[in-house]
T-cell receptor, first 113, second 117 residues
Framework: GNSVTQMEGPVTLSEEAFLTINCTYTATGYPSLFWYVQYPGEGLQLLLKATKADDKGSNKGFEATYRKETTSFHLEKGSVQVSDSAVYFCALSDPGNTGKLIFGQGTTLQVKP | GAVVSQHPSRVICKSGTSVKIECRSLDFQATTMFWYRQFPKQSLMLMATSNEGSKATYEQGVEKDKFLINHASLTLSTLTVTSAHPEDSSFYIC?????????????FGSGTRLTVV
C-alpha cells in the first residue's frame, strides 16, 4: 500500500545549523509530495510541495526534491532559526485519486538559541 | 490565499453530550473535505472523507454513528461527536480540497481541541 516514513525525532539543533529531515515513500503510480508544518496547538500549514519527479519545492528557505529513483523527499534548510521549531509532516497524495493525503509520523524540530 | 475556518478552537464538554465542529472554506469551494484526529505527539489519522451532497466515507475502525459528518454545501462541513466520552478527547483537524489558484490544493483548518470530562 501507499505509505510515508519519516526519520524519528526529536531533532535538536542550534540556531544557524543545517537541517535535514528524511522522508521516504512507497506508492503505486505518481503521487504528489508535500511537507507540512504544525506549530503547537495549531493546524497544519503547507510548507512546500512537488508534483512530479525531479521537481524541487521551496519556501521560506526550506527545500525538498522529488526523487523517484530513491523514492525520497528529504526536507533541508541551510540555516535554521528558533522560530522554525515545530513538527514537520511529510505527506503524499493518494495516487488512486481519492484526494486523500497520507502522512508520515511527523518529526519534531527543536532549535535552540 | 485559500483559507479554512474551523471552530470552535477549543471545547470542553461533559461525558454523554454531543459536540459539533464546523469547517468552512472561506474563499473557495471545497469539493472534498477530510476530517482527521490527532493524538498527542502522533500523526494525523484520517477519519472520513466527505463530498458535498453525499454520504461521508469512513475509514476502517471509525464509528460512523459516533462521528457524524455532514457536508451540506461546497463551503461547509460539520463533524458531530455524539455521546462523547473521555476517550474521544483529542485534536480534530479538517482539511478542504478545492480548486485554488488554478490547481487543486489542500487547506487545513486550525484544529479543535476537544476535552470530554
Amino acid at each position: 500500500g501507499n505509505s510515508v516514513t519519516q526519520m524519528e525525532g526529536p531533532v535538536t539543533l542550534s540556531e544557524e545549523a543545517f537541517l535535514t529531515i528524511n522522508c521516504t515513500y512507497t506508492a503505486t503510480g505518481y503521487p504528489s509530495l508535500f511537507w507540512y508544518v504544525q506549530y503547537p496547538g495549531e493546524g497544519l500549514q503547507l510548507l512546500l510541495k512537488a508534483t512530479k519527479a525531479d521537481d524541487k519545492g521551496s519556501n521560506k528557505g526550506f527545500e525538498a526534491t522529488y526523487r523517484k529513483e530513491t523514492t525520497s523527499f528529504h526536507l533541508e534548510k541551510g540555516s535554521v532559526q528558533v522560530s522554525d521549531s515545530a513538527v514537520y509532516f511529510c505527506a503524499l497524495s493518494d495516487p488512486g485519486n481519492t484526494g486523500k493525503l497520507i502522512f508520515g509520523q511527523g518529526t519534531t524540530l527543536q532549535v535552540k538559541p | 490565499g485559500a483559507v479554512v475556518s474551523q471552530h470552535p478552537s477549543r471545547v470542553i464538554c461533559k461525558s454523554g453530550t454531543s459536540v459539533k465542529i464546523e469547517c468552512r472554506s472561506l474563499d473557495f469551494q471545497a469539493t472534498t473535505m477530510f476530517w482527521y484526529r490527532q493524538f498527542p505527539k502522533q500523526s494525523l489519522m484520517l477519519m472520513a472523507t466527505s463530498n458535498e451532497g453525499s454520504k461521508a466515507t469512513y475509514e476502517q475502525g471509525v464509528e460512523k454513528d459516533k462521528f457524524l459528518i455532514n457536508h451540506a454545501s461546497l463551503t461547509l462541513s460539520t463533524l458531530t461527536v455524539t455521546s462523547a466520552h473521555p476517550e474521544d478527547s483529542s485534536f480534530y483537524i479538517c482539511s478542504a480540497r478545492g480548486l485554488t489558484g488554478g490547481s487543486y490544493g489542500y487547506t487545513f483548518g486550525s484544529g479543535t481541541r476537544l476535552t470530554v470530562v
